[in-house]
């Protein structure tokens, strides 16, 4: 056997335990449409308690006028969706260039370890929303999110944890602020999502 | 040289059947279809390879059912996992011996 062939067998090996045990087509192009949504949302959700209340500073002050609430919470709804959607077509398609099939058990394990910590997540964020303890409500969504994507980071790049602890320690932060909860929200779903995007894309995507 | 040539395993010469061994190391367990999308080798091929693997007792097989259909979960055996690091070793050895 020549040098040459034990060098590329090595490097085959090495490419097929990666590419069998992480997924590797996820795309960041879709972090960055996530933070734009957000960004979108956070905008909207910002005229609408502004225009009710003429400033944002203390979010207790929303509690008498739970519509306010219903529809900041519905925005958010929609972001989420829309993220959701738009990972999972981009990455899709992404996958489909390379010419890999996107439903593989690798994709399947990294789906699981997400859709834990954020359907306790969710379930947690409505509970908070019927007791209308509203405060917690934007740390606890960065909050959980940080914990499912550090634990989905095992089975795609490890960048991925790095996000996940940046959304921890804001979530933390908010908690301590629940007046500022939007400012924190908006830039853990917002600015750092079109960072990590922007990073991955370039990094990886191309 | 012939000293670690006697190190490699006849049962890796193979190309798939190496390839099915690292996904089996890197992976806990992986499914024949999914084995077979990522290795891109036909039912066939991929059936008497993986025979191969286990008659060595290299690889242990998990059959089960999925509703109608057969769902078989491969993973490496222990004997398996020190044959291939072995194998992985002497191509490493054969390396620096070329460089010597």
């Known amino acids: 056997m020549e040098e040459k062939d034990i060098h590329s067998e090595l490097a085959s090996i090495r490419s097929l335990m990666e590419r069998s045990s992480k997924f590797l087509s996820l795309s960041g192009l879709s972090g960055v449409m996530a933070g734009i949504y957000a960004l979108i949302g956070a905008f909207i ?113 490890s960048d991925v944890k790095w996000l996940g602890f940046c959304q921890i320690i804001l979530g933390l932060l908010a908690a301590l602020t629940p007046a500022s909860g939007l400012l924190f929200w908006v830039i853990g779903f917002g600015l750092l999502h079109i960072i990590y995007g922007t990073v991955m894309h370039f990094k990886y995507n191309r | 040289m012939k000293t670690s040539l006697d190190q490699f395993d006849k049962a890796f010469e193979n190309r798939i059947r190496l390839q099915i061994m690292s996904v089996l190391l890197a992976n806990e367990h992986y499914d024949f279809n999914s084995l077979k999308d990522l290795l891109n080798v036909t039912d066939g091929n991929l059936a008497s390879h993986i025979k191969a693997l286990e008659k060595e007792e290299y690889i242990t097989v998990n059959k089960t059912f999925i509703g109608k259909k057969p769902n078989t979960q491969y993973a490496v055996s222990e004997k398996g996992r020190k044959a291939f690091i072995k194998h992985l070793e002497a191509l490493e050895n054969l390396i620096k011996q070329q460089k010597l």
Not at chain 1, 98 to 117: D, F, Q, T
Request: glycine share 6%; charged share 10%.
């Open chain 1, 45 to 157: 959700g910002y005229k609408i308690v502004y225009e009710k209340y003429g400033s944002l500073v203390i979010s207790d002050s929303y509690t008498d006028n739970s519509l306010v609430y219903h529809q900041l919470i519905l925005i958010a709804g929609l972001i989420l969706l829309l993220s959701v959607v738009s990972c999972l077509l981009l990455s899709i398609w992404q996958a489909k260039k390379k010419g890999e099939n996107y439903w593989n058990p690798v994709s399947r394990r990294l789906i699981s370890s997400m859709a834990i910590p954020l359907i306790t997540g969710g379930l947690f964020i409505i509970i908070l929303f019927l007791r209308q303890e509203y405060a917690l409500i934007a740390s606890s969504s960065l909050i959980f999110y940080g914990l499912s994507l550090t634990s989905a980071s095992q089975y795609t790049f």
